[in-house]
């Protein structure tokens, strides 16, 4: 079995350079929840150097919660934060010789995009005027959005539970976290086999991200799992 393993980077977490090589596809932080010019730039100077494919990770424009907390902005709002967002990142990109190759919300721009038609909709107008693909939950709202305009990409994560319904569990209630590597293992080879996903999440900002990256990763590996980027 073919999977893809993402991390969210250049959020100013520190671990970028020991995360890269260990993933497939990087998640580069457009600079308004966290991170800035400098950042994005290093991380895609780092994801060249690796041959990671670069995705683009919009968020709300609040750093003081780390792009988690839920703002309600109109709709010409929405939109024009996230082709801001991508144009940016484009443009970068492009500067280096790389290009841009999926879109992945961020934080709670994410969860709200998977459980709201209405926001979901408004983002997916952003990806296609880019033409990206777009990471998300498994049957989820933002799924049914991208349906017969962009490429949907389905998603799992390898540090967080999940509830019955195929929804993550909310980082403010306890258990919200898979801390053993074996677990994890164990939650990918269900989420690729019964929920279909394409791409696993890592998280960049856990302060045990990179010894627990790399051990996801070798158990996946010996689960007889190739580690390739989704396209």
């Known amino acids: 079995m073919e999977i893809d393993l993402n991390a969210d980077l250049g959020e100013g977490a520190g671990f970028d350079a020991e995360l890269m090589p260990l993933v497939t596809s990087a998640n580069v932080c ?3 929840h966290a991170g800035g010019p400098g950042e994005i730039a290093r991380t895609l100077s780092l994801a060249n150097k690796h041959g990671v494919v670069v995705g683009a990770h919009p968020g709300y424009a609040d750093r003081e919660h780390f792009g988690r907390r839920e703002l309600d902005l109109d709709n010409r709002e929405l939109v024009s934060l996230c082709v801001y967002q991508l144009g940016a990142l484009e443009a970068m ?3 280096l010789g790389m290009g841009v190759h999926y879109v992945k919300p961020h934080g709670a721009l994410y969860n709200q995009a998977c459980r709201d038609r209405e926001l979901a909709d408004l983002f997916v107008i952003a990806a296609a005027q880019f033409r990206l693909p777009v990471v998300g939950l498994p049957g989820s709202k933002i799924e049914a959005a991208c349906r017969d305009r962009v490429p949907f990409v389905p998603e799992g994560f390898a540090d967080r539970r999940y509830r019955p ?3 993550l569990v909310p980082r403010s209630e306890p258990d919200a ?3 053993d590597p074996a677990e ?11 929920r279909g996903v394409r791409t696993i999440c890592v998280h960049g900002d856990n302060p045990d991200a990179v010894a627990f990256t790399r051990a ?3 158990a996946l590996l010996g689960r007889g799992f190739t580690l390739k980027y989704f396209v």
């Open 30 to 32: 457009c600079g308004l």
């Open 177 to 179: 976290f898979v801390d």
């Open 184 to 194: 994890a293992a164990t939650q990918v080879e269900r989420l690729v086999r019964e």
């Open 216 to 218: 996801v990763r070798d």
């Open 93 to 95: 990109a492009e500067a």
């Open 165 to 167: 319904d195929g929804t």
